[in-house]
T-cell receptor, first 116, second 114 residues
Framework: NAGVMQNPRHLVRRRGQEARLRCSPM?????VYWYRQLPEEGLKFMVY????????ESGMPKERFSAEFPKEGPSILRIQQVVRGDSAAYFC??????????????FGPGTRLLVL | AQSVTQPDIHITVSEGASLELRCNYS??????LFWYVQSPGQGLQLLLK??????LVQGIKGFEAEFKRSQSSFNLRKPSVHWSDAAEYFC????????????FGSGTRLLVRP
């Protein structure tokens, strides 16, 4: 049973380019969370999605960031016109069918984004 | 607002020594508490979690944590540390709202002396 998969593991972009981060949840999981980890900091919640729905995007920056979780395929976190401050590790987590605080979130290995 | 505080940024212990990592939380209701471990360049692995019941929780790799409501604490312990335990440890609280997102502390980096 494969775990949460993220790709790419490392991504280098120049300022102004777009970054697309992909997350495939564990089999049978329909809830996806994205977190960002800035250097020397803990993880900060960005967005929570279910299939075809954004449930909570209270942690997403208001501009340039968007997320989706289509009916088919992985969840995508998209960052347009990247800036150096976007350099961070981006983690995806998934949880099973019903979600809830008692459901464990399983984390992927992360995508480390470096903006030059 | 909910918050999680891990007061120790770095901790160094000798291999075989005991370990306690501190975690304090601020939350208005009964918290759902987690400890995760992150090895360098890796994702997070769940060590243990507390929802209710016995306040002493056993986890993987020989770790345990104790929930103390009166102190708003959820400290992680291990009686004998192994070199492979060197990693970063994160305490988190789960919110009881529509998203159940996790609020993380800033982490404690554990170094193990041979």
């Amino acid at each position: 049973n494969a775990g949460v998969m993220q790709n790419p593991r490392h991504l280098v972009r120049r300022r102004g380019q777009e970054a697309r981060l992909r997350c495939s949840p564990m089999k049978g999981h329909s809830h996806v969370y994205w977190y960002r980890q800035l250097p020397e900091e803990g993880l900060k919640f960005m967005v929570y999605l279910q299939k075809e729905n954004i449930i909570d995007e209270s942690g997403m920056p208001k501009e340039r960031f968007s997320a989706e979780f289509p009916k088919e395929g992985p969840s995508i976190l998209r960052i347009q016109q990247v800036v150096r401050g976007d350099s961070a590790a981006y983690f995806c987590a998934s949880s099973p069918r019903s979600a809830g605080p008692q459901e464990t979130q399983y984390f992927g290995p992360g995508t480390r984004l470096l903006v030059l | 607002a909910q918050s999680v505080t891990q007061p120790d940024i770095h901790i160094t212990v000798s291999e075989g020594a005991s370990l306690e990592l501190r975690c304090n939380y601020s939350y208005g209701a009964t918290p759902y508490l987690f400890w995760y471990v992150q090895s360098p360049g890796q994702g997070l692995q769940l060590l243990l979690k507390y929802f209710s019941g016995d306040t002493l929780v056993q986890g993987i790799k020989g770790f345990e944590a104790e929930f103390k409501r009166s102190q708003s604490s959820f400290n992680l312990r291990k009686p004998s540390v192994h070199w492979s335990d060197a990693a970063e440890y994160f305490c988190a609280v789960g919110r009881m709202d529509s998203s159940y997102k996790l609020i993380f502390g800033s982490g404690t980096r554990l170094l193990v002396r041979p």
